[in-house]
């Protein structure tokens, strides 16, 4: 049976949710599909803040330069400057909305993060920003009666027809059965992929579903290779890699190696505040140096009273795990944390594939280059989800794009080879466990074209198998982060390839995938269209 809704969005994090307001306020019904309860999702989980420029001595060049040169030459500096200037104007209005941000004597508090210049990072409940945001937008969402949010419902797949996105297939949670749901335009706001990895910051939701429903159904895929390893997540036997945030530096903490030395200062002159890409190998580098499999985050220094007050979500969390943030040192690694890449859209989240937008982290503006600056996901999500939003209702109020409310025919699935067969549970936690350790030790922080080479050969042999869908979305989006790493010779941001080190002129260039063609590079992703072949510069 299919049903019908004006818009579709797939997730509820902060992307999907502003999104869903900014329909619902041009008059159309919205069917928000979350994977799990409403709240569940990275933005859920964000600590240390979201990045805007509100301080007194702050402004949007700053802001732009530092998200700039975090970008490593490959951000697209439009993208950019509409972060930050339609940032400010979102966070003011999310303010309106009753967001409770944390205040010193009544004014905005801003924290630091790394390649931050200025104090730029608004906060919540000191280290339960994300919480507070999707608190607040859920209670914003709540008050428009257009907005239908399902729970549990978890997305199969696209369903193109005629070469448009017309709505989506999903399990529907309560009949417990296949369900597809047409509509205008569909809004992809699913989320990263952390889950990629062996190691992460992310939750369990975060499988990059959306990315791989979006190339499955023919929309461009873009810089897929440059993934985000956060480089201080708890690293204890049998824990899982809760996150340490970045602002736990930016309030004076250090890094130890296993001898007690602070060593930062072998690696960058920013020390502890050096973007993150750089701590992170940095690490790396110190864990090889001394044979150790962490290193130490040192809070030791800083007022006890004060930390618990300004980190109380990570003071409780590792005083869980026998840790006490005030007295002892942490013990941390890098673990991946975000994806720069993703579905291929213009500034208004207009995918290549007519009818799908894409907005927040599945997508990929160029907003973020080749490394993200911290706490600018969060803005990312408010600004581009609105955006995504603004611009499919204006797209399709045109005549001829009514709804389809039965199903139409034959309805042409470029992942219909996903659907091959549903597999077994215990398989897909086989191949899942596989693909995420082969992706942490041949795809992670350091790579070379040798174990590139033999990742990509054995996730083709995986693949080979007669998978589940899920299990083989999962195995394509992980050959499609190895596939451009390893088209890509050379270093840049996040993405460190031991056999090219240095960053090269030549590869100041986007990576484009698409379903049935091999990689090609792209110029700056055009602000306002991004029609499949319109700023594809040359074939590789
Ligand atoms: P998400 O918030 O991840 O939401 C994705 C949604 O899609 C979820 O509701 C999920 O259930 C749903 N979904 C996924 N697949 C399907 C499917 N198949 N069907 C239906 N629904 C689906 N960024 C900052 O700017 N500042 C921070 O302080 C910060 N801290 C972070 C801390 C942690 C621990 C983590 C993991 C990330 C942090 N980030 C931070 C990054 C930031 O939280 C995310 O990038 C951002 O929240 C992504 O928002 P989103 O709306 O794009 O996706
Ligand atoms: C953190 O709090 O360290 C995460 C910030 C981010 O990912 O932007």
């Known amino acids: 049976m299919s049903l019908g809704t004006d818009f579709v969005v797939i997730g509820s994090g902060v992307a999907g949710l502003r999104a ?104 919540a409940h000191g280290d339960s920003t994300g919480k507070e945001i999707v608190r607040s937008l859920i209670a914003r969402a709540g008050r428009e009666k257009r907005i239908n949010l399902l729970p549990f419902a978890n997305t199969e797949s696209l369903i193109v027809e005629g070469g448009r996105c017309t709505g989506v297939q999903f399990l529907d949670p309560i009949l417990r059965a296949p369900r597809s749901i047409r509509a205008k335009a569909v809004i992809l706001c699913t989320g990263g992929a952390g889950q990629l990895y062996q190691h992460t910051t992310n939750p369990s939701v975060a499988t990059g579903d959306g990315m791989a429903m979006a190339y499955f159904a023919g929309a461009e895929m873009a810089d897929m290779e440059f993934v985000q390893f956060h480089p201080t997540a708890l690293s204890l036997e049998g824990a899982p890699r809760f996150l340490l945030s970045e602002a736990m530096r930016g309030e004076g903490g250090v890094l130890r190696n296993v001898k007690g030395e602070r060593f930062m200062g072998g690696y960058d002159e920013r020390l502890e505040m050096a973007p993150r890409d750089i701590v992170s190998r940095s690490i790396v580098a110190e864990m090889r140096r001394t044979g150790s499999r962490n290193v130490f985050l040192d809070m030791t220094a800083i007022n006890g009273e004060f930390l618990k007050e300004r980190f109380p979500k990570i003071y409780e969390t590792c005083k869980f795990y026998g840790l006490d943030i005030t007295a002892d040192l942490l013990p941390v690694s890098p673990a991946s944390h975000y994806c720069m890449g993703g579905v291929r859209t213009d500034l208004h989240g207009r995918s290549t594939l007519p009818g799908l937008y894409a907005a927040g982290e599945v997508s990929c503006t160029g907003v973020h280059g080749a490394n993200r600056l911290a706490s600018n996901s969060l803005l990312e999500g408010l600004v581009f989800g609105a955006r995504a939003g603004e611009a499919a209702v204006a797209d399709e109020s045109g005549p001829g794009r009514a709804i389809a409310v039965s199903d139409a025919g034959k309805v042409a699935r470029p992942d219909e080879i996903t659907t091959r067969s549903t597999g077994g549970s215990e398989i897909s936690t086989a191949v899942r466990k596989r693909v995420k350790r082969v992706m942490w030790e041949r795809v992670g922080i350091l790579r070379d074209g040798e174990s590139l080479r033999r990742a990509i050969t054995e996730f083709d042999h995986i693949a080979s198998a007669n998978l589940s869908t899920s299990s083989r979305k999962f195995v394509t989006l992980a050959t499609l982060v190895a596939k451009a790493a390893l088209w890509r010779e050379e270093s840049r941001g996040a993405h460190f390839r031991t056999d090219f080190p240095e960053p090269i002129e030549a590869w100041r260039v986007h990576s484009v995938q698409k379903l049935g063609g091999s990689i090609f590079r792209a110029g700056r992703i055009d602000p306002n269209s991004v029609s499949a072949t319109s700023n594809a510069e040359a074939r590789a």
């Open 20 to 123: 869903s307001i900014a329909l619902a306020a041009s008059g159309a019904n919205v069917t928000v599909l979350t994977k799990d309860k409403a709240s569940e999702s990275n933005t859920e989980y964000a600590q240390g803040g979201v990045a805007v420029v509100l301080s007194d001595d702050d402004n949007d060049e700053l802001h732009e330069e530092d998200t700039l040169v975090a970008g490593a030459g490959l951000c697209d500096p439009e993208a950019v400057e509409t972060l930050v200037t339609d940032g400010t104007k979102y966070i003011k209005e999310l303010i309106d909305w009753g967001i409770e941000f944390d205040r010193e004597g009544g004014k905005l508090s801003f924290t630091q993060e790394a390649a931050h210049s200025r104090r730029r990072i608004l906060h």
